[in-house]
């Protein structure tokens, strides 16, 4: 299975069709949240409308919480709070963000994290590769700004349980990382042009993963 991974496009898609072409051919579009800048949440719709594929998202702390309505009435998955298993891949989802010192519009207490996700953990079966699609990072991956760690500390939990985190929020932390088996993804801003595309050979006792960074032509300052 092919998933192309986009975090924070900030209400900016003009990247999106030239990603996509970069990408080829996919199965699973993942959104990693901040799908607006602090709304409408109409915005939402016209990323939708560019994939034909299955799309899941989550909303980012610079959306509204209402965005989860227009998720929902769109062609995407809500995974927000919520799991979904797509041919032995199971995929969980957490959106919002840990609180921040801004007070933006969909900040959530770790203990809300820490109690979805150990739910969701319950419903992964022993045999399925797990995807986990967060807007926040877990903390310490991934997650500094200005020299200090920001991430959600309940979502490490998902360290060396999960196959793979997608994640963003965090700007200036777009990478790979591992901790334990977990592969830990920032796509970096789809708004500037970013992305990740990742394979799952899911045929393979092993489940090989290959992850790639993917980006435009287009000039970053």
Same mark, same amino acid.
């Given at each position: 299975?092919?998933?192309?991974?986009?975090?924070?496009?900030?209400?900016?898609?003009?990247? =999106?069709? *030239? #990603?996509?072409?970069?990408?080829?051919?996919?199965? @699973?579009?993942?959104?990693?949240?901040?799908?607006?800048?602090?709304?409408?949440?109409?915005?939402?719709?016209? &990323?939708?409308?560019?994939?034909?594929?299955?799309? &899941?998202?989550?909303?980012?702390?610079?959306?509204?919480? +209402?965005?989860?309505? $227009?998720?929902?009435? +769109?062609?995407?998955?809500? &995974?927000?709070?919520?799991? /979904? +298993? /797509?041919?032995?891949?199971?995929?969980?989802?957490?959106?919002?963000?840990?609180?921040?010192?801004?007070?933006?519009?969909?900040? /959530?207490? *770790?203990?809300?994290?820490?109690?979805?996700?150990?739910?969701?953990?319950?419903?992964?079966?022993?045999?399925? /590769?797990? @995807?986990?699609? !967060?807007? $926040?990072?877990?903390?310490?991956? #991934?997650?500094?700004?200005?020299?200090?760690?920001?991430?959600?500390?309940?979502?490490?939990? #998902? &360290?060396?349980?999960?196959?793979?985190?997608?994640?963003?929020?965090?700007?200036?932390?777009?990478?790979?990382?591992? +901790?334990?088996? !977990?592969?830990?993804?920032?796509?970096?801003?789809?708004? #500037?042009?970013?992305?990740?595309? =990742?394979?799952?050979?899911?045929?393979?006792?092993?489940?090989?993963?290959?992850?790639?960074?993917?980006? $435009?032509?287009?000039?970053?300052?």
């Amino acid at each position: 299975m092919r998933l192309f991974a986009i975090a924070d496009p900030h209400g900016n898609y003009s990247e =999106i069709e *030239e #990603l996509m072409d970069i990408a080829g051919e996919i199965d @699973v579009v993942l959104i990693a949240g901040d799908i607006t800048n602090f709304g409408p949440d109409e915005k939402a719709v016209d &990323l939708m409308n560019k994939f034909n594929q299955t799309i &899941l998202a989550v909303p980012g702390n610079c959306d509204n919480e +209402s965005i989860l309505k $227009t998720i929902e009435e +769109s062609k995407a998955v809500n &995974l927000h709070k919520s799991s /979904i +298993s /797509i041919k032995g891949i199971r995929f969980i989802g957490m959106g919002g963000s840990n609180p921040t010192p801004f007070c933006t519009p969909f900040e /959530i207490q *770790e203990c809300d994290y820490e109690e979805n996700i150990n739910r969701m953990l319950n419903e992964v079966n022993t045999n399925e /590769i797990l @995807v986990a699609l !967060t807007h $926040t990072p877990p903390h310490g991956i #991934l997650d500094e700004v200005g020299g200090m760690h920001v991430g959600c500390k309940a979502l490490n939990v #998902l &360290l060396d349980k999960a196959d793979i985190i997608v994640c963003g929020h965090i700007h200036e932390a777009r990478g790979i990382r591992r +901790s334990g088996k !977990t592969i830990i993804v920032n796509p970096g801003m789809a708004a #500037l042009g970013f992305a990740a595309v =990742i394979d799952i050979d899911d045929k393979d006792k092993e489940h090989n993963i290959n992850v790639e960074l993917i980006k $435009t032509g287009r000039e970053v300052n």
